[in-house]
């Protein structure tokens, strides 16, 4: 079935610096890919729908100034946390639509914790 | 009020208990729906989807939706400690982009 790949698995940074987490489709491209944050035991919240070769849309309250998404391929976006402070630390996930999949082929990455002290 | 509530328990079963989870709506324009089972520190896997009223089996799985009451359910047989995870419902609207919306989850676990 359809695989979503996202690296890395956990990170810890330093305020202040830049993070940046990796998304790939594996075995299908995908022209969409959806970032998503959740914390402890809530739900997922999405951030932005990023789309290959042009701008993300980010949903509102999502600042899309800290939140960098580059969608440069049909199999790969990232999300760069910039500038990351002790709030951002959270479960980051992606997500992409695999065109034959089930379920509308919504399939997730593995998530990425960020912890930034 | 949110567009799809779900009780966030936690939810605590004996191994072998029949297992229901319920999620409501409130935006009549959800088509499609969709189960997702969340382990900790995982992203969601895709358990059950429809987009019909009524039930859908898989395996110790049931999916049922009434689209009349805006309400659905998710009945898990036999249950068994390893089915202890989150528990996410999410629908679609068809007429909105790819946009998912998801429930808060709920926690379930099954004890031996």
């Known amino acids: 079935g359809a695989v979503v790949s996202q690296h890395p698995s956990r990170v810890i940074c330093k305020s202040g610096t830049s993070v940046k987490i990796e998304c790939r489709s594996l075995?299908?491209?995908?022209?969409?890919m959806f970032w998503y944050r959740q914390f402890p035991k809530q739900s997922l919240m999405l951030m932005a729908t990023?789309?290959?070769?042009?701008?993300?849309?980010?949903e509102q309250g999502v600042e899309k100034d800290k939140f960098l998404i580059n969608h440069a391929s049909l199999t790969l976006s990232t999300l760069t946390v910039t500038s990351a402070h002790p709030e951002d630390s959270s479960f980051y996930i992606c997500?992409?639509?695999?065109?034959?999949?089930?379920?509308?082929?919504?399939?997730f990455g593995s998530g990425t914790r960020l912890t930034v002290v | 009020q949110k567009e799809v509530e779900q009780d966030p328990g936690p939810l605590s079963v004996p191994e072998g208990a029949i297992v229901s989870l319920n999620c409501t709506y409130s935006?009549?324009?959800?088509?499609?729906f969709m189960w997702y089972r969340q382990y900790s520190r995982k992203g969601p896997e895709l358990l059950m989807y429809?987009?019909?009223?009524g039930n859908k089996e898989d395996g110790r799985f049931t999916a049922q939706v009434d689209k009349s009451s805006k309400y659905i359910s998710l009945f898990i047989r036999d249950s068994q400690p390893s089915d202890s995870a989150t528990y996410l419902c999410a629908m679609k609207n068809n007429n909105a982009g790819n946009m998912l919306t998801f429930g808060g989850g709920t926690r379930l676990m099954v004890k031996p």
């Open positions: 990023s789309n290959e070769g042009s701008k993300a849309t980010y």
């Open positions: 935006n009549s324009a959800f088509q499609y």
């Open positions: 997500s992409a639509r695999a065109p034959q999949g089930p379920g509308y082929g919504y399939t």
């Open positions: 075995d299908f491209q995908a022209t969409t």
């Open positions: 429809t987009y019909s009223s």
